[in-house]
Every structure is written in structure tokens, then in C-alpha cells.
């Protein structure tokens, strides 16, 4: 006999990270709002910010002290130009690196950019039982990161195993 599985909402928080779009141009961060509430979950809260390594790890260590925040999504700031530093900012947070994240988002990601995803530094893991995605900047690699892997891991339904499962934050309650 099986048991249902039943859903379990999280607080997500969204974090778009670049020196030039406004809140109104910002639509990746839009997408993933939207994809995350489509799915059932709940905004923590959606910052945009610089392209600046301290400003993103403040939010997020701020996000990461939090207990009610479950995951955090960032967009922007992956690639390999100038003042792209986000992998900098959040890799010296995590208490673990998630490396199939980035190979299999490079590996989706190769089928619609060929060789130009060599360039994504998406990056995932895990802080203080707080999951966290560094995706690109484009809605494009957006989509393909959530729809593609994000989603089906941050849903307690997914068999046969799922990052809810593992968040202690649930479960300590």
C-alpha cells in the first residue's frame, strides 16, 4: 500500500541580480515569481540588486538566517564577464555544493545554445537547511532551470526522492 503524497508549499525568495535592468525589465525574476506561485509556493520576498559580491551574500546570509525561507533563487550574475560574481558571493555560504545542478542545467541548457552554455556558472546547494539556485540572467536559461529541474525538486511529490524531503527546517517543527 502507498501512501499520498501530499504538497508542500515553500517560501521562496528571488534575488535578480544585475547593473542595468530595473524591477519593470527584470523579466526573468518575473518568470520565476511567477513559475514558483503556478507551482503552489510562496514569495519570501524579491530583491534586485547590483552586480556586487557583498550586497548578494548579505541578502542572502539575511535570507539564510531566516527559518521560515525554504529556498532562494537567484538570476544574473553567473557568466563570465567583468562583474559577474555571483557563484562568488554565494559559494563561500554553502554548507554543501548541489554539483549535479550545474551539470545537468549545462547539459539542458547545451540543446538550445550549443557550446555557449560552457559559459554558465549555475551553481546550487545548500545553507543552513535553506536550498539555493544561482541560474543566468536570461529568462531563457529561467525557464529551462525551473521547469527542468528546479520544480520537480522542490515539490514534496516528486519520487523518487526530492529536496523537500531532506529540508530540516520542515520538519523540525
Avoid at 503524497?5 to 542595468?20: C, E, K, W
Avoid at 507551482?39 to 548578494?56: M, N, S, T, V
Avoid at 538570476?75 to 548541489?98: C, I, M, N, S, Y
Wanted: hydrophobic share 40%; glycine share 8%; charged share 20%.
Amino acid at each position: 500500500m502507498t501512501e499520498e503524497q501530499i504538497f508542500t508549499p515553500l517560501n521562496i525568495a528571488v534575488l535578480t541580480v544585475s547593473d542595468t535592468r530595473t524591477e519593470a525589465e527584470d523579466k526573468s525574476g518575473a518568470l520565476l515569481v511567477a513559475r514558483l506561485q503556478q507551482a503552489g509556493h510562496r514569495l519570501a520576498e524579491k530583491k534586485l540588486l547590483p552586480d556586487d559580491i557583498y550586497l548578494i551574500r548579505a541578502a542572502i546570509s539575511a535570507w539564510i538566517a531566516v527559518p521560515e525561507v525554504n529556498a532562494v533563487i537567484t538570476t544574473g550574475g553567473t557568466g563570465v564577464t567583468g562583474r559577474d560574481g555571483t557563484p562568488e558571493a554565494v559559494r563561500p555560504l554553502l554548507d554543501k555544493v548541489l554539483e549535479g545542478f550545474g551539470e545537468v542545467f549545462r547539459m539542458l541548457s547545451y540543446q538550445d545554445i550549443k557550446t555557449s552554455t560552457m559559459q554558465s556558472r549555475a551553481l546550487a546547494g545548500v545553507a543552513n537547511g535553506t536550498y539555493i539556485f544561482c541560474l543566468p540572467g536570461s529568462s531563457g536559461a529561467c525557464r529551462t532551470a525551473w521547469d527542468s529541474l528546479i520544480k520537480a525538486q522542490l515539490d514534496s511529490r516528486t519520487r523518487p526522492c526530492n529536496l523537500v524531503q531532506l529540508m530540516p527546517r520542515l520538519w523540525e517543527k
